[in-house]
Each structure stands twice: as structure tokens, then as C-alpha cells.
């Protein structure tokens, strides 16, 4: 069975730090792309950066210098190390990747990650 599975979040003063990890498994040929996502509470789900399978990065504005997304394709791992965190960065983050299983790809989700910043 392939899941993808984050980890990492938690509760943070404003101005420290966490790193999220996304990791799969099961039968999985490659990952490609891998997204983070974050939603807030009353607010859409808003992508906040990206990894190709090149290893090409891109972040949303918010979080430009504060947040960098990587990999590790041994471990079929992503990361995002999320620096100088603000309360304005509270939600629930979620990755999502495109898996190369058996030929195909297919987008998976994780089941979400909460990150509080407390002011």
C-alpha cells in the first residue's frame, strides 16, 4: 500500500524553527514533483513551495528566505525547514507528490501536518 506520510509539526515560539518531513512508501518506482501545502483555519489550502524531480525549487512570496524546500531520493523523503517562523504561518501543511508507480503517475496527499506559531 503507497502512503505518504508527514511529520514534524508542532507548537513554536514566533522567530524559531521546524522542519516538516514527507515521506512515502510503498511500491514506488520514483517521486516527482513534491509540493508543500499549508491551510489555514477559514482560509483556502495555498501552495507554499515545490521540488522537481530535478531538484528545481519555487516558493510562494510569503515565505521567500524563510523556508526551503529539498529532498532525499534514497529515502524517498522531502522536507521543508521552515526558518523565522510567524504566528501568520500557522496552519496545517500538507504535501502532496506525483508517484511513479508501475508505469503511471499518480498524485497522492499526506494527512496533513499542524504547524502553531505563538506570538
Known amino acids: 500500500q503507497v502512503q505518504l506520510v508527514e511529520s514534524g509539526g508542532g507548537l513554536v515560539q514566533a522567530g524559531g524553527s521546524l522542519r516538516l518531513s514527507c515521506a512515502a512508501s510503498?511500491?514506488?518506482?520514483?517521486?516527482?514533483?513534491v509540493d508543500w501545502y499549508r491551510q489555514a483555519p477559514g482560509k483556502q489550502r495555498e501552495l507554499v513551495a515545490r521540488?522537481?524531480?530535478?531538484?528545481?525549487?519555487n516558493y510562494a512570496d510569503s515565505v521567500k528566505g524563510r523556508f526551503t524546500i529539498s529532498r532525499d531520493n534514497a529515502k524517498n523523503t522531502a522536507y521543508l525547514q521552515m526558518n523565522s517562523l510567524k504566528p501568520e504561518d500557522t496552519a496545517v501543511y500538507y504535501c502532496?507528490?506525483?508517484?511513479?508507480?508501475?508505469?503511471?503517475?499518480?498524485?497522492?496527499w499526506g494527512q496533513g501536518t499542524p504547524v502553531t506559531v505563538s506570538s
Open positions: 502532496n507528490a506525483d508517484l511513479l508507480i508501475e508505469r503511471r503517475t499518480y498524485s497522492y
Open positions: 521540488i522537481t524531480s530535478g531538484g528545481s525549487t
Open positions: 510503498g511500491s514506488i518506482y520514483s517521486i516527482n514533483a
